[in-house]
C-alpha cells in the first residue's frame, strides 16, 4: 500500500514544546487505558484482525445475504448509519442500486431509520414491494427512536410478506451482546445477531459489525480494509511527532483553532465522498463540540461547491481553513475526445483526462485560497480501495481522539444530544421521562 | 394557499430606527433598478407569468420531452444546477428514478456536468446505455468548464448512439438569448433553445426555463409554482417591516452576525429537502461572502443529524443560530402499529402517526437548542407543494438580496469564484490566460 501524506500550505507545522507534552499526554490517556474520562471507550484502537474469526463471520454472514436477497435494508442512525453507508458510496459504483444484479456485486442496499420522515420510509418500502428483502437492523441500546420506529414498521411489513417464520431468517441484528432491547428482541426472535463491542461509541464503530457488514455485502473487500486500519494503527502509534501525520494533523487543527480559525471545511473532489464527509462532520462534531468549545465541522464537494460557497472561501471571513482529501490515481478515467472546428473551445484539452482536469482544478483552488489567507491541509490519498479507506477511518479516528484530548473534552462522550431526546420524549409522553 | 409564517425564539425581532432607514435604502435599490452595484441583475424581481408565452412554450418542450425519452439528462453546474434538482427532490417520490415508468409521471431525471469525476460520469453513461435519452444542456455562457466539458462527451455518446440528425432533435440548450458559445453552438446546431434572462445572476435563476424546464419535465406543476412565487413578490414588495417576513429575516440574520453569530444552520426535517439546502448555500454564500462579510452557510438534516453534529450545536461555541424550514402538513403519512408484548416499548406510541413523532422531535430540539443559547428563526411552510416551494424560492432570493444590501455589498457578483478558474485555466495551458 502507498501511503498517505499530509501536506500542508500556510500554516507552520512546526510545533513548540508545550504541545509536545500535552500530545504525550494525550497520546498516554489513548494507549494506557486509563486516568482519562472516556477510558472505558477505546475499543476501537486496536482494529480486528483481517483474518480473524469476526472476519470469517462476517464474510459468510455476507455471503448468506448476497446468496439470498435482492435488497440488504439497513436500519440504523449516528454512528450505526453514516460509515457503512460512506464505505459503500466511496468505493462502489455511484449508480449502484440501478445496476442490473450481474454487474452490481450484491443486492441492492438502501438505509432507513436515519429519519423520521414518512415519505421517506413510505417511499422506499413502495420500491421494495416486490424484492426479496434481508434486514440489517443496527443499534446499541435498541431504544433509539428512529431505528426502533422503522423496525417496527419493518417488522409488520416483513410479516406480511413472508410470514413470522420466515421473517425471523431475514433478520440480522447489530447490537450489544447482553444488555437492552435489540438483544431482547432478537433472542426472543431467534435472529442472527452480530455484536457492537461495549468500549466503542457508536461514531467510532465503523470497523465494527455495524459498517463491516454492509459493507460486506456490497461486495467490498471488508479484510483488506482491516489490513489498512491496522496499517495505520502501527503507523500513528509512534508520540513522535515529525513521524505521526495523524497526529501532525489533530496538532494543526488545534494551533488554527487558536489562531481564530472556527470553521473546518473538509474538501473532497469526488462526490462519492459525500457520505464519508458526513461520517467524518459526526465524528468531530460530537466529540469535539462540548463545554463551549470545538471547531464547527462542515463539507464541501469540489468542484460543484466551487461554483456556490467557493465565493465565501475566498473572500469571505477569515475564519476558516480547509482540509483537502485528495485521491491520486483515480480507478477510472475518461479521455476528452478532439471536435472538428472546436466550437466549445476545448479542443486544447482534447487527449487530456478528466482527472488531469479536476486535479487542475484542485491546484488552481488551492493556490487561489491559499493566496486568500485560508490554510489548507492536504490529504494526499494514493487510491481509493478498501484497504486506503479503512486507513482513513482509522487515521480520523485517532486524531479526533486525540484532537479531543488536546482541546480538554472528553472525546466519547455525548451528553449534548441527550437534551434534545429528553424534551421530545416528554413531549412524546414517554412514562417516566422528565425535563 | 395558506401563508409562510416566521418565528422566532431567543431573538427581539424589534427593530430600530437606523435599521430601518437601511432597509428603505435597500429596498429602494432593489425596486427602482438604478443607483446601486448591481442594478443590472434585477430581472429575478418579477418572477415570469403562469399563462404567459414563456410558461406554454416551457409547457409544450416538457411534453414533447416527456412523450419521447425514458431520461432526461440536465448538463449544468452551480446556479445552473441546484434549483432544479432542488425542487425536483423536495416535489416528487424520494426514489423517483427507481419507480417504474407508470408511477413515474415523467421520464428518469440524472444530473451531469456539476463536478469533474470520472467515475460519476462513466457510471452514470453506463446505466444509460439502453436508454432513450433527451439532454437539457444549462449554461449562460457555455464557457463554463465542467459544464463544456460533460457536455462534448454526452455529445459524442449521442452521435454514436443516435447519429447527428436525430441527436440535434434530442438536445434542448438554455443559455443567453444571443450571445456566447453556446447560443452559437445551438445554432449551428439546430438546437431547440431556452433563453436565460440577461439581467438574472445564475443564483437567483431557478425560477426561470433554467430550473423551470427540468422541472416541468419532472411533472412538477410550475404554473403553481410560478403563481407562488408571484404571490411572494406582492407579498414583500412592501417596505413595512412589521408586515414583511421576508425582510424580518434578513433584518434578523443581520442583527444576529452583529451579535457574534458567524455562522447560520439551515435545518430541514425532510430528507428531500437536502438539496434545496444545497441551492440556498449558494444563495447566500455566494452573494455574501466578500470583503472579508457574510455569514458562513452551512445546512443539517434533522433527525439524521441531531445523532451528528446536533452536540455541537447544543453544548459548542455560541456563534452560531439555525434557521428551520418546517412543514406543517406534510404530504404523507404513516401511522405506527400496536406490537404485542411490547417488546421496543414503542406502545406508548400506536396509533400515532411518524409527522407526529417528527414534530415532537422539532419541538423538543426547538427548546433544547434555545435553551442552550442558539437563537431560531423558523420559516412555518404550509404544505410542500409547488405553489409553496415557489414562493420559498422567492422569499429566499428577496431575503438574500435585501440581506447583502444590508450587509454593504453587492448581491450579485461573485469576483472571488473567479480566482481559482483563472489559475486553474493557467495550470490547463488554456491559451490566452495569465494569473
Redesign the interface.
Do not use: W
Given at each position: 500500500m502507498s501511503k498517505i501524506r499530509l501536506e500542508a500550505t500556510a500554516i507552520d507545522l512546526r510545533f513548540d514544546e508545550s504541545i509536545l507534552e500535552q500530545v504525550q499526554q494525550a497520546h498516554d490517556y489513548l494507549h494506557q487505558n486509563g486516568g482519562s474520562a472516556g477510558h472505558g471507550f477505546l475499543g476501537w484502537i486496536d482494529p480486528p484482525a483481517e483474518s480473524g474469526e469476526l472476519a470469517e463471520e462476517l464474510l459468510g454472514a455476507a455471503a448468506y445475504i448476497r446468496g439470498k436477497a435482492d435488497v440488504l435494508l439497513v436500519i440504523g442512525?449516528?454512528?450505526s448509519?453514516?460509515g457503512g453507508r460512506a464505505g459503500i458510496e466511496m468505493l462502489t459504483?455511484?449508480?449502484r442500486?440501478?445496476?442490473p444484479p450481474e454487474q452490481r456485486n450484491g443486492p441492492e442496499i438502501y438505509f432507513l431509520g436515519?429519519?423520521?420522515?414518512?415519505?421517506?420510509?413510505?417511499?422506499?418500502l413502495?420500491?421494495l414491494e416486490d424484492r426479496d428483502v434481508i434486514v440489517n437492523v443496527i443499534s446499541k441500546s435498541?431504544?433509539?427512536?428512529?431505528t426502533?420506529?422503522a423496525?417496527?414498521?419493518v417488522?409488520?411489513w416483513m410479516h406480511n410478506k413472508y410470514g413470522a417464520k420466515e421473517t425471523a431468517r431475514r433478520i440480522i441484528a447489530t447490537t450489544d451482546r447482553s444488555k437492552g432491547?435489540?438483544r431482547?428482541?432478537s433472542e426472543?426472535g431467534d435472529y442472527r445477531t452480530f455484536d457492537i463491542p461495549e468500549d466503542v461509541a457508536?461514531r467510532y464503530s465503523v470497523l465494527t459489525p455495524v459498517g463491516l457488514l454492509p459493507m460486506a455485502v456490497a461486495g467490498i473487500d471488508i479484510q483488506s480494509m482491516l489490513r489498512g486500519a491496522r496499517d495505520a494503527r502501527d503507523q500513528y502509534s509512534t508520540c513522535d511527532l515529525t513521524q505521526n501525520i495523524c497526529y501532525q494533523y489533530a496538532v494543526a487543527r488545534n494551533k488554527l483553532l487558536n489562531q481564530g480559525k472556527?470553521?473546518e471545511i473538509l474538501v473532497s473532489?469526488?462526490?462519492?465522498m459525500a457520505l464519508f464527509a458526513?461520517w467524518w462532520?459526526?465524528l468531530f462534531?460530537?466529540s469535539?463540540?462540548?463545554?463551549?468549545?470545538?471547531i464547527?465541522?462542515?463539507s464541501v464537494?469540489f468542484?460543484?461547491?466551487?461554483?456556490?460557497?467557493?465565493?465565501?472561501?475566498?473572500?469571505?471571513?477569515?475564519?476558516?481553513f480547509e482540509t483537502i482529501l485528495w485521491v491520486e490515481d483515480?480507478?477510472?478515467?475518461?479521455e476528452?475526445?478532439e471536435?472538428a472546428g472546436d466550437?466549445?473551445?476545448?479542443n486544447?484539452?482534447a487527449g487530456?483526462?478528466?482527472?488531469f482536469?479536476?486535479e487542475?482544478?484542485f491546484?488552481?483552488?488551492l493556490?487561489?485560497?491559499t493566496?486568500?489567507d485560508v490554510p489548507n491541509l492536504v490529504l494526499r490519498i494514493p487510491r481509493l480501495d478498501a484497504q486506503h479507506v479503512g486507513h482513513l477511518f482509522y487515521f480520523f479516528e485517532k486524531a479526533c481522539a486525540l484532537s479531543g484530548y488536546l482541546l480538554g473534552v472528553n472525546p466519547f462522550d455525548?451528553?449534548?444530544?441527550e437534551?434534545?431526546?429528553?424534551?421530545?420524549?416528554?413531549?412524546?409522553?414517554?412514562?417516566g421521562s422528565t425535563l
Open positions: 442512525i449516528g454512528g448509519y453514516a459504483h455511484p449508480f442500486n440501478q445496476l436515519q429519519n423520521l420522515s414518512a415519505s421517506y420510509i413510505k417511499g422506499l413502495s420500491i435498541g431504544t433509539t427512536t428512529e426502533a420506529i423496525f417496527r414498521i417488522l409488520g432491547n435489540l431482547r428482541i426472543a457508536g472556527l470553521i473532489y469526488e462526490p462519492g458526513e462532520k459526526q462534531g460530537e469535539e463540540g462540548k463545554d463551549g468549545k470545538g464547527f465541522p462542515a464537494q468542484t460543484t461547491d466551487l461554483h456556490s460557497i467557493g465565493q465565501y472561501v475566498q473572500q469571505g471571513p477569515r475564519h476558516l483515480a480507478h477510472c478515467n475518461v476528452l475526445p471536435l466550437p466549445d473551445e476545448l486544447y484539452l487530456k483526462t478528466l482527472n482536469v479536476n487542475q482544478a491546484f488552481g483552488a493556490q487561489a485560497h493566496e486568500g455525548q451528553p449534548g444530544v437534551m434534545s431526546k429528553r424534551n421530545m420524549f416528554k413531549l412524546l409522553g414517554k412514562s
